[in-house]
């Protein structure tokens, strides 16, 4: 007896998965980079294809948002310890001009280049002066600059004086050694947004510059960067820049002659407070 069975009535067989994952995608808990995505066919996933459009989107509009000055300013107002904060613009009118003319964010209009020269005969020369610039990222210095520069005059040595903060629009990082020149401020920090990526859109940086003025060149500053959520915190940002600040202070010099070795202090003095017995009562 044959078993004569219509074949379409038999069950289809079974097709592969649409999504078809790598073997280390385990490793994606251990960075926040974009890793084993797996893939569709020959194609990335659609759904790793979205995330990377939204991280895009994200990106731009942290370019392109304008910095919230005013609110900016009330709040680094609060901040204990800190002189009222000044305002200034760099020769860039717009923000796509600031885009497309790099050179326009390094130097400051001349509305405020002269604004400072009026200021510049009242204060006293500073040790630090902090400019807070909004750079790539607007919503980097909207979200973490106060935090960093409440750190920072916290944790101010009796012996430094801070200049007044200043607040820079269409700002690039030489725009900082200007405004220190005018404001007379031995070392200059300028606290500014970092181009933003996919993984992270709002990371802060810090750009430290000995006796700032014109044609001062990168290799002549030493930079913190990565202060985020996800990053470098505020008070380890502010520790590292004191560090750095009193080393330039002994050695006159901030760049590639002043090594970063604040984290090695702070592991020695770490290991120092945890191996040192308590003294006898």
């Known amino acids: 007896m044959t078993n004569d069975i219509d ?13 078809v994952h790598d073997h280390w995608i385990g490793l994606r808990s251990l960075t926040p980079s974009r890793i084993a995505l797996g893939r569709a066919g020959h194609a990335v996933p659609t ?40 305002e200034v613009r760099s020769a860039a009118s717009t923000r796509d001009h600031y885009l497309l003319r790099p050179d326009l964010g390094r130097r400051l209009s001349a509305e405020s280049r002269q604004q400072l020269r009026d200021v510049s005969s009242a204060p006293a020369a500073c040790d630090l002066l902090l400019v807070i610039g909004d750079g790539l990222s607007t919503s980097a210095v909207q979200r973490h600059a106060v935090a960093v520069v409440t750190a920072i005059t916290a944790a101010r040595p009796a012996n430094w004086s ?14 900082g050694d200007e405004i220190g020149k005018l404001l007379r401020g031995q070392l200059v920090a300028m606290l500014i947004g970092e181009r933003p990526g996919l993984s992270c859109q709002e990371s ?8 700032p003025q014109p044609g001062r060149t990168d290799a002549e500053r030493n930079c913190l960067s990565n202060i ?8 380890d940002a502010a520790s590292r820049l004191w560090w750095l600040a009193t080393e330039a202070r002994r050695l006159a010099t901030t760049g590639v002659a002043l090594k970063d070795r604040s984290s090695s202090f702070a592991l020695a003095n770490a290991s120092t407070e945890r191996i040192t017995p308590p003294t006898a009562q």
């Open 204 to 211: 802060l940086g810090i750009y430290l510059t000995w006796q």
């Open 228 to 235: 985020h959520p996800g990053g470098l915190s505020p008070s």
């Open 7 to 19: 074949s379409s009535l038999e069950p289809p067989a079974p097709k592969p998965p649409t999504v």
């Open 162 to 175: 801070l200049g007044p903060p200043v607040i820079a629009t269409e700002a690039r990082v030489a725009l």
């Open 47 to 86: 759904r790793e294809l979205l995330r990377s459009d939204a991280a895009h989107a994200r990106a731009r509009a942290a370019v392109h948002a304008p910095l919230e000055v005013a609110s900016l300013r009330a709040e680094l107002e609060a901040v204990p310890g800190l002189a009222t904060p000044l």
